[in-house]
């Protein structure tokens, strides 16, 4: 799974260690929500391949340098539905489905690519949507820098009821303030794992 979810950060030199980074802050923020441990292992299988999708996605897409236009916002979000058909006939990935079709749903209804709302979105996509905003917020890409954690945090915060959970946003909250001020054991594990590389602490 880490070398497929390599290959899939692959495909845009922007992407390194996107996959890792975002399964290893969902897990943290999954654990700090209480998830079973069944829950926690679909989200370390479905983070590591929630963006397997843009493997079908024209690299000039991927990486142009200026915003998107409308036409190439529809083929980027394309993606989660490219990822769920290159996986359905793999029954072993079977229960990931919901996390790589919906990890880019929004609380309000507006996001893609079925528009679900509030609980409608399977708790596992809500909880990666949250660690995948913040991961890309805090890493450059071809046409900004990447934010300082403490702005990306402001931002996931200013989500919360739109974009976001509230309820997951105050746990993805809480759970950098816990990393701020003494590291749990469960960041503490994940940061021991050289490819899973978690976000400076805010």
Known sequence: ????????????????GHSERVTALAHALGTELALSEEDL????RGG?????????????VLDKPD????NERRIM????VIGVRILAPIAAYADVLSLV????????????????????IPILARVLAVADVYDALTSPRPYRPGLEPEKALAEIRAGAGTAFDPRIVAAFIRLLATQGRAESPVLAALRSRPSLVLPAAT
């Open 48 to 60: 590591l391949l929630h963006d397997i999708g843009k493997i079908g996605i024209p690299a000039e």
């Open 101 to 120: 079709r919906h990890h880019h749903e929004r609380w309000d209804g507006l996001g893609y690519p079925d528009r679900l709302a509030g609980e409608a």
């Open 1 to 16: 799974l880490t070398a497929l979810a390599r290959a899939i950060d692959a495909k845009s030199p922007w992407t390194a």
């Open 41 to 44: 292992d679909r989200i370390h």
């Open 67 to 70: 915003k998107l236009t409308v």
């Open 77 to 80: 979000e394309t993606h989660p």
